[in-house]
């Protein structure tokens, strides 16, 4: 069974550019979540889609953005980079979000974007 | 807001012990969920803790949880080098902001 699969794996970047990120979560998922990853701040929630809505969404400003397709599959977009973007991107995917579903997530490789 | 604070955030210790890292949450939840990351690597699921004394165990690996104390330990027995990682505990908020996760512990085990 294929893992959840975020490309590109490594991306560089300079400030004031805008960038795409996908994600394609486990066959059968249909909740995919975005963390981000730096040395400062940890992991930190950025948004959660489900049937292609947005659920929930963390403390991130505007530029942070995402969506969901019909298929499960999910993109975001960070609009004009900041020095303090570059991090690892994680997605992560979980069978059914409410009661039923124990909300275990099952993250990717993660894309690690290098804002120059 | 929820805080999840791990304890010890470095620990170095030499294969054949036990230690124990804690994982303390400020408001009430019953979901948490310990991970490992690999330098380099994602987020590997360990545990999944779904209720008050829950515990689960997984080779030399073994977590558990106390809601009423807002408290979750992965114990870890007898270490062996393949076990140096870091590990995370991250807690469910009610559905508001995903999962809320610590600092993370960083563990390295020395023959």
């Known amino acids: 069974k294929a893992g959840v699969t975020q490309t590109p794996r490594y991306l560089i970047k300079t400030r004031g550019q805008q960038v795409t990120l996908s994600c394609s979560p486990i066959?059968?998922?249909?909740?995919v979540s975005w963390y981000q990853q730096t040395p400062g701040q940890g992991l930190q929630f950025l948004f959660e889609y489900f049937s292609e809505t947005q659920r929930n969404k963390g403390n991130f400003p505007g530029r942070f953005s995402g969506r969901q397709f019909s298929n499960s599959r999910s993109e975001m977009n960070v609009s004009t980079l900041e020095l303090g973007d570059s991090a690892l991107y994680l997605c992560?995917?979980?069978?059914?979000?409410?009661?039923?579903?124990?909300?275990?997530?099952?993250f990717g490789e993660g894309s690690r974007l290098t804002v120059l | 807001e929820l805080k999840v604070e791990q304890n010890p955030l470095f620990l170095s210790m030499q294969e054949g012990k036990n230690y124990t890292i804690y994982c303390n949450y400020s408001?009430?939840?019953?979901?948490l969920y310990w991970y490992r990351q690999d330098p380099g690597k994602s987020l590997e699921s360990l545990f999944v803790l779904l209720s008050n004394g829950a515990v689960k165990q997984e080779g030399r690996l073994m977590a558990s949880l106390d809601t009423k104390a807002r408290l979750s330990t992965l114990h870890i027995t007898a270490a062996v080098h393949d076990l140096s990682a870091t590990y995370f505990c991250a807690v469910e908020g009610g559905g508001a902001d995903g999962l809320t996760f610590g600092k993370g512990t960083h563990l390295i085990i020395q023959p």
């Open positions: 408001t009430t939840s019953d979901r």
């Open positions: 066959s059968g998922h249909r909740s």
């Open positions: 992560a995917s979980s069978l059914w979000p409410g009661l039923a579903d124990t909300g275990e997530l099952f």
